[in-house]
C-alpha cells in the first residue's frame, strides 16, 4: 500500500477530512500551482497556497492565534514540529476541476509528516476547517514527543476526536451561546450523550446541527479538563504520557456522575441567554420545589418553597434554601422581564427565612409572590385571548383608527371576565372559525 494512502485512511479515521476514495493523493508537484501569495509568517513550517492575498493572511494569523492560545495548556515550544500546508483554491486554480470541498490528506516527508488541507474560498465553515488542523499538529507534538520516524504504520488515530474538537472550540469564544443552550436542551429532554459516547465519536458529523452537537459537548469534557489547578496539571501528564508505550497515565478522567455534574452545571454558566415567557414560566414551575435530607442516610425529602416556612430551621433545610436562592438567582439573570418581580418576590420571602424570620414575614412574602405569579399569568393569558381574536379580526375597516381598536378589545375582554353569565363573543368567534376551518 502507498504510504501516503495508508495514512490518509488513519487520518479520516481521527477526524479529519479526506480525500474521496475515488481521487489519488495529490503529487507533490502539484503544490507548486498556484504561487503563494505574499504574506508575513512568523512559522516557516505553516505555509498557505492562494491567489487570494486576504485568505492568505488570514489563514496565517489563525496559525498564530491557535498556537499562542494553547500554548500554555499544551505547554508547547516556540516552533511547528510537524508541517501544515493550506491550499484555498480560488476559482482560478488548477486544481478548482478536482476540489471543491474541505479535503485533508496526510504526506511522509522524509520521515516525518505533514498535513496538506485544502478547501475552497467560499467555504462558510473555512475557520472551523483550517484551525481544525492546525489543533491536530499540534496535539502531534505531545503524542509523538518521542517518536522520530514516521511510516505508514504510525497510530494517527490515536488522538481523540473530542479532543480535537473541544480543545478547538476551548480556544473561541462562543458570543451566541450555542454551547450552553445545547446542553440545557439535552439535560431537559434527557437527551445528552453519556461520558463513553462522547470519548467514543471516531468522526465528526457533516450534519450541521449534529456536528454542533458533538463540538459543544466535546468543548465541555476538555473546559473541564484543563481549568488551571490540580485538573490542568493532570491533563498535561495526560498528554506527556501518550509519548510512551502503554500510553494514557494518571489523569483523573472524570467517572459518568462528574460528566452530568459538568453538563448540569454548564447549563447555568451562562448568563446572556434570555428565556422566553414560557421558557420562563416552565423554569420557575420545576424551581419551586426544594428537595433536601436531614442526613446522608435519611429519606430524601420533598417540599414547595412556601413551605419551607412551616418546617423547623435544621442545617440541611437552610442549605437546601440557600441553594435555592442561588438557583433562582441564576433564572432572574435570564428570565423574561416579565417575570422579574415574581423571582425577586420568592427570593424576599427565602432570605427572610434565612435571617432567622422571627416576625414570621415569610408566609406573607411567600402570599405576595404567588399573587404576582398569578397575576402574571392572568395577564399573558389576556395577551394570547387579544392576539386570538385580532388574527380573527385583522380587518380593522377604514372607520376605526388601530390603536381605537386596541382600545376596543381590551374592554371587550374585561366585560367578558367579570361577567361569568355573559357569553364569551371572542371564544365563541374563536369556536367558529374552528369549526368552519
Not at 497510530?155 to 454551547?179: F, K, Q
Not at 442516610?297 to 440557600?322: F, G, I, N, Y
Not at 411567600?366 to 402574571?376: D, I, P, S
Amino acid at each position: 500500500m502507498n504510504p501516503h494512502r495508508k495514512l490518509l485512511v488513519a487520518l479520516a479515521v481521527s477526524g479529519l477530512a479526506s480525500l474521496r476514495a475515488e481521487e489519488p493523493a495529490i503529487a507533490p508537484d502539484a503544490l507548486a500551482a498556484p504561487v503563494p501569495t505574499s504574506s508575513s509568517n512568523v512559522y516557516s513550517e505553516v505555509i498557505c497556497t492562494t491567489n487570494d492575498p486576504a485568505a492568505c493572511a488570514d489563514a496565517l494569523q489563525l496559525a498564530a492565534d491557535t498556537r499562542d492560545a494553547l500554548a500554555e495548556v499544551l505547554r508547547l515550544g516556540p516552533h511547528w514540529r510537524f508541517p501544515v500546508h493550506i491550499h484555498v483554491i480560488t476559482p482560478d486554480d488548477p486544481l478548482a476541476g478536482k476540489i471543491d470541498r474541505e479535503a485533508a490528506q496526510v504526506l511522509l516527508v522524509d520521515g516525518s509528516m505533514t498535513i496538506d488541507a485544502y478547501l475552497p474560498l467560499d467555504d462558510p465553515a473555512a475557520r472551523e476547517f483550517i484551525q481544525r488542523q492546525y489543533v491536530t499538529a499540534l496535539l502531534w507534538e505531545k503524542f509523538f514527543a518521542n517518536t522520530t520516524k514516521f511510516d505508514q504504520n504510525t497510530p494517527i488515530d490515536t488522538v481523540p476526536l473530542w479532543l480535537i474538537e473541544g480543545l478547538r472550540e476551548w480556544v473561541n469564544e462562543d458570543p451566541t451561546h450555542n454551547r450552553e443552550e445545547i446542553v440545557r436542551r439535552a439535560l431537559k429532554n434527557r437527551t445528552a450523550p453519556s461520558l463513553a459516547e462522547v470519548t467514543g465519536w471516531k468522526t465528526l458529523s457533516g450534519d450541521r446541527l449534529l456536528g454542533l452537537w458533538q463540538r459543544a459537548f466535546s468543548f465541555y469534557l476538555v473546559d473541564s479538563l484543563v481549568r488551571k489547578g490540580s485538573h490542568r496539571e493532570d491533563f498535561q501528564q495526560w498528554l506527556q504520557s501518550f509519548a510512551t508505550p502503554g500510553g494514557s497515565g494518571p489523569l483523573h478522567f472524570p467517572t459518568e456522575a462528574n460528566w452530568q455534574h459538568e453538563l448540569a452545571a454548564a447549563a447555568v454558566r451562562g448568563r446572556s441567554i434570555v428565556y422566553t415567557w414560557q421558557e420562563t414560566c416552565d423554569e420557575l414551575a420545576e424551581d419551586e420545589t426544594i428537595t433536601y435530607a436531614e442526613s446522608k442516610d435519611a429519606k430524601v425529602q420533598t417540599c414547595s418553597m412556601d413551605e419551607v416556612a412551616t418546617k423547623a430551621p435544621t442545617a440541611e433545610l437552610l442549605q437546601a434554601v440557600k441553594e435555592r436562592m442561588d438557583v433562582l438567582t441564576a433564572l432572574e439573570l435570564r428570565a423574561h422581564p416579565g417575570w422579574h418581580a415574581t423571582l425577586e418576590a420568592y427570593r424576599n420571602a427565602l432570605g427572610a427565612l434565612l435571617q432567622d424570620d422571627a416576625e414570621g414575614m415569610a408566609p406573607r412574602l411567600f402570599a405576595e409572590a404567588h399573587a404576582l405569579q398569578q397575576a402574571e399569568l392572568t395577564n399573558h393569558q389576556k395577551l394570547v385571548d387579544y392576539l386570538n381574536w385580532f388574527e380573527v379580526t385583522r380587518d380593522l375597516g377604514n372607520t376605526r383608527s388601530r390603536f381605537e381598536g386596541y382600545f376596543l378589545t381590551s374592554k371587550q375582554l374585561e366585560s367578558a371576565v367579570a361577567d361569568p353569565t355573559h357569553p364569551n363573543p371572542i371564544r365563541a368567534r374563536l369556536l367558529q372559525v374552528e369549526s368552519q376551518l
